[in-house]
């Protein structure tokens, strides 16, 4: 069972550097997140998802860049990386219907230097 | 404004013994509430969901929701030292692209 299945794992760039984080899932879920989470700190929601062809800003998107062309896919795009957005990123989904969970993947831990 | 709270710990407690943890929310429209269980370098699993007023139990996890006080707990017993994590309490808001947002979690040690 893949379920949510993000790359890289870990990664280091440089200050300027741009990268994509890549976030799959086979799950058909209608609903797609991305989401930061600093050391000793909770979530926070970089950009979200309801389905193909629509996102949305969560609560930290500068920095960040989405798109969603198919329902499997939701990449986050950082352009011109800088030492704060050194984070953990989860990508999550979750299916239509109130009251739903929510599916993470296994992270990915970026260093920006 | 959405907020969750949560007192970030660190809450140590003795194997066998109770361990609460407390979350508060800001907004009433809130509907679905979670806690998920995060250990150190890894993703958040899910733990339990709540939707209506009351207990709800599933082995030795209860969650507790009053939403007149807006407020959601969770309890275990017989804690564990494999209980030993973060935990994050999670709101959901439906009506806002099915968003969640999440408290910071409070840090679990269950000393054997």
């Known amino acids: 069972n893949a379920g949510v299945t993000q790359t890289p794992k870990f990664r280091i760039l440089k200050i300027g550097q741009s990268m994509t984080l890549q976030c799959t899932q086979d799950m058909n879920h209608n609903y797609m997140y991305w989401y930061r989470q600093d050391p000793g700190m909770g979530l926070k929601l970089i950009y979200y998802s309801v389905g193909a062809g629509i996102t949305d800003k969560g609560e930290v998107p500068n920095g960040y860049n989405v798109s969603r062309s198919t329902t499997e896919d939701f990449p986050l795009r950082l352009e011109l990386a800088a030492p704060s957005q050194t984070s953990v990123y989860f990508c999550?989904?979750?299916?239509?219907?109130?009251?739903?969970?929510?599916?993470f993947g296994e992270g990915s831990w970026l260093t920006v230097v | 404004q959405k907020e969750v709270e949560q007192n970030s710990g660190p809450l140590s407690v003795p194997e066998g013994a109770i361990a609460s943890l407390n979350c508060t929310y800001s907004d009433r429209v809130s509907q679905s509430f979670f806690w998920y269980r995060q250990y150190s370098g890894k993703s958040p699993e899910l733990i339990m969901s709540?939707?209506?007023?009351g207990d709800k139990e599933d082995g030795r996890f209860t969650a507790q929701l009053n939403k007149a006080s807006q407020y959601v707990s969770l309890l275990i017993r017989d804690s564990q030292p494999s209980d030993s994590a973060t935990y994050l309490c999670a709101v959901n808001y439906p009506n806002t692209g099915n968003q969640f947002y999440f408290g910071t979690g409070t840090s679990l040690t269950v000393i054997p």
């Open positions: 709540i939707y209506s007023n």
């Open positions: 999550a989904s979750s299916p239509r219907g109130t009251g739903n969970t929510i599916y």
